[in-house]
């Protein structure tokens, strides 16, 4: 006999019909012999029908209003769900998540779990019946009992939390597709679905906007070990596997407090290369990154920075055995890249020997603004200049001088309270993994650039804390190659994607910092597109195919960010999805059927 915790979506739940359904599946679970926790979705669109009668009301809603209003969803769909099921026979039992001691914080509208109580869920098992308990929610201590709710999306994160702390030998996700695809199937109707991703490929699509799981759930899964698998709420097809590495032992207390930064990770030996000033055109990047793969060189870190006028510089790192093999790749193709070849002013080749990777990495980061703020000041106390720093949503890395290295691990590891670890991500299956596991497009950020920052060591940290205090958080960040003098000082570019809705909240935010850098750029036109895989560690022309995949579209690439299993580009917004499909083919992720996704 096993314990099952099932979570049904909106979709899945959407109609008194498809309830009807899903209580037959549920029935048919627990006939094979099964223990059945439920875990539900408000019904359909009813969480944004919610949304829409609040903001009838006032365009700011108390938070705490707010959490009181949205958890109502569930909890139709917890009593009608019980109803179908008492209906053909089964015994069942509705909850809420305060009768079932989901303990959050106090933190309304985006709470954490710190504890589930599961001594009723398992006396009412106990007795045969099916516990049908409704997602998203908590309370928020045993003294106020404040109704919280974890987020939009959040219903994952309950079943997967309950899994873990019933210790449950499975946690299955029933949704409206067959299962985690190659990319939204909303877009690209012929994505394909995955056996199996890794929790870390997950995490990077998760936050990128795949909504099909809540980064959160996957965390608690990566964390307990919890057995995960995505399905279809209409067949009976096996879905995808999340699988998970075997998790350190830890306590059920403080569930969700993970530390922000679980692992610090170094790589002393790399080399730069930099091309400055190439045009500003669709296909550069391809062409040079399709020449540095055609040689077997494997790149680490790629950035490209904003746009000067016609401009932009492009950066990358490589282990530092293959800097001269790389470097004269980029000395051959750079004349190819200029509008005329002898214009030797465009596409300049810097070469810098010693540069040393220092990264962050941790699922805890997403949605807490101040952790990138936090690595940067840390490395400014330590009088340490950042020449480069490329981000994901999980990871932050920053180059530094070679020399600034092992200080620089050493304040990282203090501040995070942290141990040097082993490079996780990448070798977890890398083996194994295809280069490429899935895409995204994220169209809902806004790309900021800031001209002209003074080159000195806490800048980074001034204008990520100022964010940071104001409790906005930040997609990519990438800081420029390029150190232009103004007025005998040294000054570089930084640039960053936040959600388009805290776009001018950061603005004014930043003007604190006016002092400091010359001119503010707001694009809110943009899409990301990034890909994932844990295979691409160690496999020559992954980029190269992404850009030119884009350059044959004609699409010209704004911003490239990259980390060990991930590389995003910005690209102008009205392309977005175009891009997505280009790169989605290019890397062959097409299924033979179309995915249909029911409204
Ligand atoms: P539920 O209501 O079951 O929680 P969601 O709407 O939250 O369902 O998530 C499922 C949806 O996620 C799908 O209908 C699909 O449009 C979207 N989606 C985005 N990216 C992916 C992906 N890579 N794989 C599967 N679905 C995805
Ligand atoms: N009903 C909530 C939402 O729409 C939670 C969920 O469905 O996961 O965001
Ligand atoms: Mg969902």
Redesign the pocket.
């Known amino acids: 006999m096993a314990l099952i915790v099932q979570k049904y ?2 979709t899945s739940v959407g109609s008194v019909e498809r309830i009807q359904t899903v209580a037959q599946r549920i029935r048919k679970t627990v006939q094979q012999g099964n223990k059945v926790v439920v875990v539900v ?2 019904m359909g669109k ?3 029908t919610l949304v829409g009668l609040a903001q009838e009301i006032t365009p700011n809603p108390s938070r705490r209003e707010m959490d009181m209003l ?1 958890s109502t ?2 909890q139709v769909t917890i009593a009608l769900m019980t109803m179908a099921l008492q209906e053909i026979g089964q015994t069942a039992t509705s909850l809420t998540g305060a009768q079932v001691g989901i303990v959050t914080e106090a933190e309304h509208s985006r709470a954490r779990i710190l504890s589930i109580k599961p001594d009723r869920i398992k006396h009412h098992l106990d007795q045969g019946e099916v516990v049908v308990v409704a ?2 929610q908590g309370i928020s201590s045993r003294e106020n009992l404040e109704i919280t709710t974890l987020g ?5 994160t309950s079943a997967v939390a309950l899994a873990a702390s019933l210790k449950a030998n499975f946690c299955e996700i029933y949704t409206d597709v067959p299962g985690i695809l190659t990319t939204d199937p909303r877009l690209v109707p012929s994505a394909r679905l995955m056996e199996e991703i890794t929790c870390d490929e997950m995490l990077e699509l998760a936050s990128l906007g795949a909504k099909v799981l ?1 980064p959160r759930a996957v965390e608690i899964a990566r964390n307990y070990g919890v057995s995960l698998v995505v399905r279809s709420s209409w067949s009976d097809a096996p879905g995808t596997h999340v699988i998970s590495p075997i998790p350190k032992p830890r306590s059920l207390e403080g569930l969700e407090l993970t530390k922000a930064v679980d692992g610090v990770e170094f790589d002393g030996e790399q080399g730069k290369i930099a091309l400055l000033r190439v045009p500003d055109r669709p296909g550069i990047a391809a062409r040079l990154f399709g020449e540095i793969a055609h040689q077997q060189v494997d790149v680490d870190l790629i950035i490209q920075s904003i746009h000067d006028g016609n401009s932009n510089d492009i950066a990358f790192t490589v282990v530092k055995n293959v800097l001269n093999k790389a470097e004269a790749v980029a000395e051959a193709i750079a004349p190819v890249l200029r509008s005329t070849p002898s214009n030797s002013t465009e596409a300049e080749v810097m070469v810098e020997t010693g540069v040393a990777k220092v990264s962050i990495a941790g699922a805890g980061m997403i949605g807490r603004p101040g952790i990138a703020a936090k690595m940067f000041k840390t490395l400014a106390a330590a009088k340490i200049n950042i020449e480069m720093i490329s981000t994901s949503e999980v990871k932050v890395s920053c180059v530094v001088a070679q020399k600034d290295g092992d200080r620089a691990i050493s304040v990282l590891c203090e501040a995070f309270d942290l141990q040097l670890s082993s490079n996780t991500a990448a070798s977890q299956t890398a083996a194994t993994a295809p280069p490429v596991r899935g895409v995204a497009v994220d169209t809902k950020q806004a790309q900021i650039a800031i001209r002209h920052v003074k080159d000195k060591p806490g800048m980074a940290a001034g204008i990520f804390g100022v964010l940071a205090d104001n409790n906005i958080s930040v997609d990519t960040i990438i800081q420029s190659q390029r150190c232009r003098i103004l007025a005998g000082t040294p000054t570089r570019d930084i640039a960053f994607t936040v959600a388009q809705e805290n776009a001018q909240a950061a603005c004014e935010a930043l003007k604190s910092l006016s002092e400091s850098f010359e001119e503010m750029i707001v694009d809110e036109d943009i899409a990301k597109v990034s890909i994932v895989g844990a295979g691409m560690v160690g496999q020559p022309g992954v980029a190269a195919k992404f850009f030119t995949a884009l350059a044959k579209e004609k699409i010209n690439i704004k911003m490239i960010a990259t980390s060990e299993i991930k590389i995003s580009c910005v690209v102008p917004q009205e392309e977005g999805v175009k891009a997505l499909k280009a790169v989605h083919d290019a890397f062959e992720l097409a299924g033979i059927e179309t995915v249909e996704v029911p409204a």
Do not use: Y
């Open positions: 979506g909106g979705s408000a009813t969480t944004d949205l969803g569930e997602g998203f939009r999306g959040g219903s994952d809540h």
